[in-house]
């Protein structure tokens, strides 16, 4: 198809310098004392689950909270440029409101006053929504996405809109989030503000979007937990789109009690959204307590992992022998293939790419990156080639959207002697941002893509849930991902399983080691 690939020219380093322009709110200059930092470190580093059960005693606010977070994202935001916006005044407004409601005993729901960060591709009412794109820079929804009404619904408070690859597809108009574990690593996309947001304790939790890994990937790269539900069970109506074949919605924490808990709040069925399902409603919290001792583990060795480097062999190996220990078996199994499904591609499904540009394109080419007017223009040129019909372009597209729909269809039938599957979520830890803009502006052809080496895209085809959680470290102190994942709604099952390997292993007590005085590398060295 000729398509530039999902992670092509990505983060550039004048991008990085030009484009950055964060807007914050309700941020003050003074400087803060070593003691109000560590009282500070300690309130914004509870976990998701820990805050709300101190909201619900009384033992902190909603305002302790957010001041909490925004203290921390004034320190190291500009280390990590995780948020394009900052809700500074408006989050410390809902965290008074919240507070009130608090002292008369009333709370909205579970997150009641919890600072969430929304990946900003999420639409909010009377708050600019960019997609990391100068496309957007000014667009600010009158609605808000379903998911973020469902959120505000149980009381969260909206701490920020965190940044993103452009479009979820490119380099980010307002300059690339750095790795918390490591600021001249990559934490890999889209949703890597969203990520680094949780990671450096900037939020509680997030939500991210997913098309071909996006919640998955950043959540391994910055050590933290990523889920994407079963399609169509998170309602995406709202979501700025890439593939809405593909795109799911998800939660971003710290761990899988708060990632199931956020999941309670955004499942649901959506009449009005196209790609939502029907489904019963479950209860994801209660889920997390089922004994995972009967489960019957899959390892899909080929070709998941393929080409894996040392340090992510050896923390996976490791986690699979633990799993082992807890569960009744593990065995070597396959999946159906979904090798025609690249990148550059999609088996014509990336059609869907630019179907939702097509106009903003024609009008306005110049506000779009680099990296996605190529992309975009690509797009239009195979759409339009002379000796490619547009009526054969349709039949492909119909042709290989019932494929797809089949494949999802029949899927569930490989787990016969096997509950859930269990895999690397990415097959190389975390490369050098300098080694990774080299390698993506290199026109040399590369077999493998080493960018491209990651095992989340198959399950957004195959449109089934799967979690990433941290399951060890490189050498160098990089997070490796593990990524679990099984039949449609199976996220009771994923959740136990990943919680049960959390508890026993405890990388999720691990955090990246940002300090006020740590130095921001360039990209490229001197």
């Known amino acids: 198809m000729g398509y530039l690939t999902r992670r092509q020219f990505s983060r550039t380093a004048g991008a990085t310098a030009a484009a950055f322009s964060l807007r914050s709110v309700g941020f003050s200059s003074t400087s803060t004392s070593a003691s109000e930092i560590d009282d500070t470190d300690k309130i914004a580093g509870l976990s998701l689950t820990e805050a709300v059960r101190q909201i619900r005693s009384g033992a902190v606010t909603s305002t302790q909270l957010t001041k909490a977070c925004l203290e921390r994202i004034r320190i190291y935001n500009p280390k990590i440029d995780a948020y394009i916006t900052v809700l500074g ?24 006053g919890i600072p969430i960060a929304l990946k900003d591709n999420i639409d909010t009412a009377g708050i600019r929504t960019t997609a990391a794109s100068k496309v957007y820079d000014d667009r600010i929804p009158t609605e808000d996405a379903v998911v973020t009404r469902r959120l505000q ?49 900037l939020a509680y939790g997030a939500l991210g979007t997913d098309t071909g890994g996006s919640v998955r990937l950043p959540a391994a790269y910055c050590g933290v937990v990523g889920i994407k539900p079963t399609y169509g069970l998170v309602p995406i109506r709202g979501i700025v789109p890439l593939a809405f074949s593909l795109d ?8 899988v009690d708060d990632a199931a808990l956020m999941l309670n709040q955004l499942a649901g069925y959506d009449k009005l959204d196209i790609t939502s399902v029907q489904h019963p409603k479950e209860d994801y919290v209660a889920a997390l307590q089922q004994p995972v001792n009967g489960f019957r583990l899959g390892i899909p060795r080929a070709p998941f992992f393929d080409q894996v480097d040392d340090d992510t062999s050896k923390a996976v190996e490791a986690a699979i022998k633990v799993l082992g220990k807890m569960t009744k078996s593990t065995r070597d199994v396959s999946l159906p293939s979904t090798s025609s499904y690249t990148w550059a591609s999609l088996n014509s499904i990336g059609n869907e790419i630019y179907a939702y540009h097509e106009q903003l394109f024609d009008a306005s080419p110049g506000r779009y990156s680099l990296a996605l007017r190529l992309q975009l223009q690509a797009m239009k040129d195979d759409l339009n080639s002379p000796t490619n019909s547009a009526s054969a372009r349709v039949s492909s597209y119909i042709r290989h959207r019932a494929d797809m729909e089949l494949l999802r269809r029949t899927v569930d039938d490989a787990f016969t002697d096997f509950d859930l599957v269990v895999l690397p979520t990415l097959r190389i830890i975390p490369q050098k941002l300098s080694f990774v803009i080299d390698t993506e502006e290199s026109t040399k ?35 490796v991902g593990l990524m679990i994942a099984g039949p449609h709604f199976s996220e009771g099952k994923i959740l136990a399983l990943a919680r049960a390997y959390e508890l026993e292993t405890k990388w999720d007590l691990r955090r990246p080691p940002l300090k006020p005085d ?3 590398p360039p990209i490229r060295p001197a």
């Open 89 to 112: 005044e408006q989050a410390l407004a809902q965290a008074a409101q919240m507070d009130s409601e608090q002292k008369g005993n009333k709370f909205r729901g579970p997150l009641h």
């Open 153 to 201: 619904a149980v009381g969260a408070v909206f701490i920020g809109k965190a940044n993103l690859d452009e479009f979820a597809d490119a380099v980010s108009y307002f300059g690339s989030v750095r790795n918390p574990w490591g600021l001249d690593r990559d934490p890999s996309g889209s949703s890597s503000g969203s990520a680094a947001a949780v990671a450096a304790d």
């Open 248 to 255: 799911h919605c998800g939660p971003i924490t710290r761990t």
């Open 445 to 479: 052809p590369r077999n493998p893509n080493v960018m491209d080496l990651d095992n989340c895209t198959p399950f957004n085809i195959f449109g089934l849930p799967a979690i990433s959680i941290p399951c060890g470290f490189s050498r160098d102190e990089m997070p």
């Open 518 to 520: 740590t130095p921001v």
